[in-house]
Structure formats: structure tokens, C-alpha cells
């Protein structure tokens, strides 16, 4: 998975309301623009675009980054043994 931003999302922590995890603020032209350079990704996946909110390594930050994930092909026993013969006794 590449890093990658979201452009127009600030993540910020809200510490003193425990039940909210996260705020997050929107420019909406900035996440427009977002928006439209990942829409062939949006269409390969059924309309969904998956950000996920993180914390820093220090834990003082929250950011939102870009998910852009795909499940590996099912790999056959054919593939693994291309020369493998279909006629071997075990």
C-alpha cells in the first residue's frame, strides 16, 4: 500500500470528549479534487474510496490516509507447478 495523504481531510483529536474519536474537518474543494483523481479507483471498487484515520508513532497526531489495497489473485496449484503432468500416480 502506497502512503498516501488525503488532500482536504484534517484529522484532529478531541481528548477531552472521550465519546468522539476523531474530528474531522473538510476543505471541500481540496477533497473534491481528491475525490475526482481517485475515481477510477472508485469505480474498480464498487463506488467505495477507504481512507483510514491513524496515529502518529508519537501519538500526539491523527492523520488520514488513503487506502488503496486490492486482494491478491487466487494463486492455483498450476500456477505454482506450470510443467507439473496431470497423469502423475499421486
Known amino acids: 500500500m ?3 495523504f488525503v488532500n482536504g481531510i484534517v ?3 478531541v481528548p477531552q470528549l472521550d465519546w468522539i474519536v476523531a474530528k ?3 476543505n471541500v474543494e481540496q ?3 481528491f475525490l475526482e483523481s481517485k475515481n477510477e ?3 474498480n471498487n464498487n463506488g467505495w474510496l ?3 484515520v491513524l496515529r502518529s508513532k508519537a501519538g500526539d497526531k491523527i492523520y ?3 487506502d488503496d489495497w486490492k486482494p491478491k ?3 492455483s496449484a498450476a500456477d505454482h507447478s506450470p510443467d507439473r503432468q496431470d497423469d502423475m500416480p499421486f
Open 64 to 66: 488520514c490516509q488513503y
Open 31 to 33: 477533497f473534491k479534487e
Open 24 to 26: 474531522l474537518s473538510f
Open 41 to 43: 479507483q472508485t469505480k
Open 73 to 75: 489473485e487466487p494463486v
Open 11 to 13: 484529522a484532529k483529536d
Open 2 to 4: 502506497a502512503k498516501e
Open 50 to 52: 477507504i481512507v483510514n
